[in-house]
Protein backbone atom coordinates (compact mmCIF):
# COMPACT_ATOMS: atom_id res chain seq x y z
CA UNK A 1 0.00 0.00 0.00
CA UNK A 2 0.92 3.57 -0.62
CA UNK A 3 1.35 5.15 2.33
CA UNK A 4 3.37 8.87 0.95
CA UNK A 5 1.96 9.68 -2.34
CA UNK A 6 4.53 12.91 -2.09
CA UNK A 7 7.66 10.64 -2.37
CA UNK A 8 6.06 7.30 -3.53
CA UNK A 9 6.69 5.46 -0.03
CA UNK A 10 4.71 2.40 0.45
CA UNK A 11 4.49 0.04 3.91
CA UNK A 12 6.75 -2.46 2.33
CA UNK A 13 9.22 0.55 2.21
CA UNK A 14 8.38 1.52 6.02
CA UNK A 15 8.93 -1.89 6.99
CA UNK A 16 12.22 -2.91 5.58
CA UNK A 17 13.38 0.01 7.43
CA UNK A 18 12.44 -0.91 10.55
CA UNK A 19 14.10 -4.29 9.82
CA UNK A 20 16.91 -2.70 9.00
CA UNK A 21 17.52 -0.91 12.63
CA UNK A 22 15.50 2.96 11.74
CA UNK A 23 14.64 3.15 15.16
CA UNK A 24 12.56 6.19 15.71
CA UNK A 25 10.50 8.11 13.23
CA UNK A 26 12.42 11.07 12.48
CA UNK A 27 15.38 9.00 11.40
CA UNK A 28 12.56 7.07 8.90
CA UNK A 29 11.51 10.85 7.85
CA UNK A 30 15.06 11.49 7.21
CA UNK A 31 15.75 7.94 5.21
CA UNK A 32 12.94 8.08 3.28
CA UNK A 33 11.41 11.38 3.24
CA UNK A 34 7.97 10.08 4.59
CA UNK A 35 5.90 12.67 5.66
CA UNK A 36 8.50 15.79 4.86
CA UNK A 37 6.25 17.38 2.03
CA UNK A 38 2.39 17.42 2.50
CA UNK A 39 1.90 15.82 5.48
CA UNK A 40 -1.25 14.06 5.00
CA UNK A 41 0.54 10.58 5.45
CA UNK A 42 2.51 11.64 8.79
CA UNK A 43 -0.78 9.97 11.12
CA UNK A 44 -0.85 6.43 8.67
CA UNK A 45 3.50 6.43 8.64
CA UNK A 46 3.59 7.00 12.18
CA UNK A 47 1.06 4.32 12.31
CA UNK A 48 2.92 1.81 9.98
CA UNK A 49 6.11 2.35 11.92
CA UNK A 50 4.84 1.55 15.18
CA UNK A 51 3.36 -1.95 13.70
CA UNK A 52 6.79 -2.47 12.11
CA UNK A 53 9.07 -1.35 15.40
CA UNK A 54 6.78 -3.47 17.66
CA UNK A 55 6.78 -6.76 15.57
CA UNK A 56 10.72 -6.44 14.90
CA UNK A 57 9.79 -5.04 11.01
CA UNK A 58 7.87 -8.42 11.13
CA UNK A 59 4.39 -6.63 9.31
CA UNK A 60 2.85 -8.07 6.93
CA UNK A 61 2.56 -6.07 3.61
CA UNK A 62 0.53 -8.46 1.71
CA UNK A 63 -1.53 -6.64 -0.88
CA UNK A 64 -5.43 -6.78 0.08
CA UNK A 65 -8.04 -7.66 -2.72
CA UNK A 66 -8.84 -4.41 -3.41
CA UNK A 67 -4.91 -3.88 -3.90
CA UNK A 68 -5.00 -7.03 -6.25
CA UNK A 69 -8.36 -5.63 -8.69
CA UNK A 70 -6.52 -2.64 -9.18
CA UNK A 71 -3.03 -4.33 -10.04
Do not use: K, N, W
Request: charge should be negative.
Amino acid sequence: MVVCLCHRVTDRDIARAARSGCTDYEALQDDLRVGTSCGTCDDCAREVFAECSCAGGAFSAAPTARELAFA
